[in-house]
């Protein structure tokens, strides 16, 4: 039977397989959470509840993907120096426990406690916990937009383009609003490592909206990373809104045009549209910072669906781990929630000689940095996650980053206030 003869016919045989796929049902008695999402902020909901309320809940994780992808050495693989691995979420989820079902989430039916999958399949919870992630979308009109893993083919296109070309200037853009703009400056700060062996003749330009280089970790870190940039013999054009590239030119303002032969650009993020949950601005989830949705009964949300403004693995990572004791306390463990609190750390790529450098800010009172050449968290890989990290260590085979696996890094970490002012 093809599905472009009998496309209702297929679409029942495919939700008749989602459920068929489906794990058993919650063990009388236990309080079962759903969790809607197989990125970081999933896996890290569902291995704190294991360790947090073990013999009290009944964690049934949910994904349209059947995959963890580890993504953030994409922007490692154009250069070799990394590669994105990808593990069973089943597999994943069975080993703390819990169990995994194929499917979408696209609705909440709060007075009934059920969440809805796409092709019409419900599933009841007692917490809900919301982990579907963001929807990139191109914000430079013409630019080539690097979202990650299904890009990075697009971009050795772009770089032997390049070096036969021998001349010319490339533009990385962050575009502003909604994001993380670190992965930017990795790509940045990579190519020209590897263009001034290919074609040393051409020019690397960075584009951001930023006031300074990476100002979210402040005034230190800033100041670091922009040595780095002069170093490696990038252009620098910080507080310009890029919105797209012809021709030969960035358009621009305040400025105007900006020269560039090439341009790549970060995409902008947008919330999902999740029947029957509160949206604010970008459709992102308003929460408390104990990870529970305005207005909501019983149902959380973690990650780059929240309307906190900094979209990164290791906050989501946070944003999990306080839901997490949320919900392990209203399921009858003896442990007192404590509130998402971020600690924002990143780990730069560079393509040259690895240092490690630590920002703290002390909400205004003064500002504090350390450069070392060792790990300031462990372990020390680019997903900092409570539970997360460690478990990729130990049973998928995420090993910490070394400095012979990549060529350089810079790490930098800073505590951030609740509510930080978007980037």
Known sequence: MACGVLPM??????????????????????????VAGGGVAGLETVLALSRLAPGLVD????????????????????????????FELAALAAEVGATYTPGELVGVR???????????????????VLAAGAVPEEAVDGALTFRGPADTERFRGLLDEI???????????????TGWPLPLYELALMTAAELAERAPDVRVRLVTREAAPLE??????????????????IEISTGLYASSWANGTVETAPDGPVEATWAVALPTLRGP????????????????????VHGLEAVYAAGDLTAFPIKQGGLAAQQADAVAESIAAEAGARIDPRPFEPVLRGLLLTGGVPAYLRAELGGGRGETSLVANEALWWPPGKIVGRELAP???????????????????????IPLETEPVAA
């Open 216 to 233: 979210l970790f402040g005034g230190a870190a800033s100041d670091a990373v922009r040595d780095l940039l002069v170093q490696r013999r």
């Open 273 to 292: 549209d999740l029947a029957g949950v509160p949206r604010g601005r970008g459709g992102f989830v308003p929460t408390d910072r104990h990870g529970r």
């Open 163 to 177: 070096e036969k070309a021998g001349h010319g200037t490339l533009a990385f853009i962050h575009p502003g609003g």
């Open 59 to 86: 964690v049934e994780l949910v994904a349209p993907e059947h995959h963890f992808w580890y993504r953030p050495l994409a922007v490692a693989e154009p250069f070799d120096a990394g590669r994105v691995v990808r």
């Open 391 to 413: 478990f990729l260590a130990r049973v998928a085979g995420i090993e910490p980053l070394a400095p012979l696996e990549a060529p350089g890094v810079v790490a930098i970490e």
């Open 110 to 128: 709060t007075d009934e406690r059920v969440a809805e999958l796409a092709h019409g399949a419900d599933v009841p919870y007692d917490s809900l």
């Open 9 to 34: 016919a297929c679409s029942s045989v495919a939700a008749t397989l989602r459920l068929m796929t489906r794990t058993t049902p919650s063990l009388r008695g236990r309080h079962r959470v759903v």
